[in-house]
């Protein structure tokens, strides 16, 4: 399976990617936690990268596309893989045929999580994540076992989240009726316990 998430930010993106490679054994390529490991290694993709995440805007799409076309040529990414986080614009999604064209490879099938603007924000500001796992928690819906050492991004704060949500309703939702006209777009409702929501992307990826 060559598949996409894409929802706005807290809509569950990464949280079902996991889910879903663990359970189909394929690579989840996060765009973000590329970008994070950049920042965390110090490199200069990811201080670059920095200056724009901390604002909640879009990092520039050659600087992207870049990242992901060196990641598809891995091996384990030839069998199938799960994008989450990417593509963000219309220029990436564009990019990203190009690239699997060349690779003689096509996508199956763009899951959109659906969940409305007022959820989002609070959603986002409980977040936090394990350090050692990476798994995801929230908070008050979702509280973490004790003895777990959590940490919270750095641009899972309110006004980061808003300027996030702007870039996403701007940038992000054109590739709604992107893929729509491309018959590949699959829409899931994201509110509700996170295991209904896994069935349902399940089920929207056809298992
Ligand atoms: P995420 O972990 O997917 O929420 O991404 C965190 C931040 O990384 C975003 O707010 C952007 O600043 C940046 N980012 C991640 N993926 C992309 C992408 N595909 N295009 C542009 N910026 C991205």
Known sequence: MRTILIGPPGAG??????????????????T?????AHKAQGTTL???AAKFMSAGALV???VVIGMVEERLKQDDAKPGFLFDGFPR?????????????KLGQKLDAVVLIEVADDLLVERVCFRRTDKVTGRIYHLKYSAPPPGVELVQRDDDKEDTVRARLV????????????????GLLRR???????????????????N
């Open 167 to 182: 870039a996403y309703h701007g940038q992000t939702a054109p590739l709604i009726p992107y893929y729509e006209q491309r």
């Open 32 to 36: 973000g936690d590329m970008l994070r």
């Open 89 to 101: 614009t219309v220029a990436q999604a564009e990019a990203l045929d190009g690239l699997l064209g």
């Open 60 to 62: 520039p799409d050659e």
């Open 188 to 206: 899931v409702d994201g509110v509700g316990e996170m295991a209904k929501v896994t069935e349902r992307v399940l089920k929207a990826l056809g």
């Open 13 to 30: 993106k990464g949280t079902q990617a996991k889910i879903v490679c663990d359970q189909w054994h394929i690579p989840q390529i996060s």
């Open 46 to 48: 990811g201080l670059e």
